[in-house]
């Protein structure tokens, strides 16, 4: 059974499908056109599903301790509360009000693809989304995956890491036009989890709480 490993770019969505070590990479226009794929036992995003109303989610802590120097890619997730405010003043008030911590520019920036899978994951909750990290995943496939992914010495520690698990080659080459090389290989890396945690051999971060929403605040690779 394949699985989607997804994540996002430009209000849209670069996703990864996986099938043994075979991979194709898509776009897709909304969540929607992504919960929407047919034949994928497990679906994982790159993008947070539990949200807290408090304070900051323990996975997050743990994925920043676990990355190390790299840790200052994975953004604290905002509080579900902002996914309603007007605009960056106003995330950050209401951060405070009620965490005594202001959102960072960066949560900021991914509010809008936030609040767009929060509302088409609806509710009760599905097993079939999971939120990963592609650093995470990188870090699982090889320990010299090390510098930026944004470097080219980066680019190809990810590439190389990838290429061991997957024909990852041939799916860049065939990828649709101006899709980054970044979001390519984070939405493979999200495929290889997904691919993971389907055959029972993933790994998961957090405390075990769930969100207003019955969603679990965990992060998984």
């Known amino acids: ?8 770019w430009r209000n849209r969505w670069v996703g990864a499908r996986l099938e043994g070590r075979s991979v194709e990479i898509a776009v897709f226009e909304d969540v929607t056109a992504v919960l ?54 106003d995330a950050c008030r209401i951060s405070v009000a009620a965490s005594t911590k202001a959102l960072s520019k960066q949560a900021w920036n991914l509010v809008p693809s936030i609040r767009q899978l929060d509302e088409a994951l609806g509710t ?40 061991g698990v997957m024909d990852v080659e041939r799916a860049l080459t065939e990828a649709p036009p101006l899709v980054p090389m970044v979001d390519a290989l984070d ?25 207003g929403r019955g969603r679990p605040m965990r992060i998984c690779f």
Do not use: N
């Open 1 to 8: 059974m394949a699985v989607l490993g997804v994540d996002g």
């Open 36 to 89: 929407d794929v047919p034949d994928v036992e497990l679906i994982a995003i790159d993008m947070p599903v539990g949200l807290s109303e408090t304070g900051r989610r323990v996975c997050d802590d743990e994925a920043r301790k676990r990355l190390g120097r790299a840790g200052s890619s994975v953004f604290p997730a905002p509080l579900r509360q902002v996914l309603d405010a007007d605009d960056y003043a």
């Open 124 to 163: 009760p909750p599905t097993e079939r989304i999971v939120e990963v990290h592609p650093e995470l995943a990188f870090r699982r496939m090889d320990l010299r995956v090390t510098d930026p992914k944004v470097t080219a010495r980066g680019t190809m520690q990810r590439l190389t890491a990838l290429c």
């Open 187 to 211: 939405a493979c890396a999200a495929a290889w989890s997904a691919q993971r945690l389907v055959a029972g051999r993933g790994e998961r971060l957090g405390d075990g709480a769930l969100d």
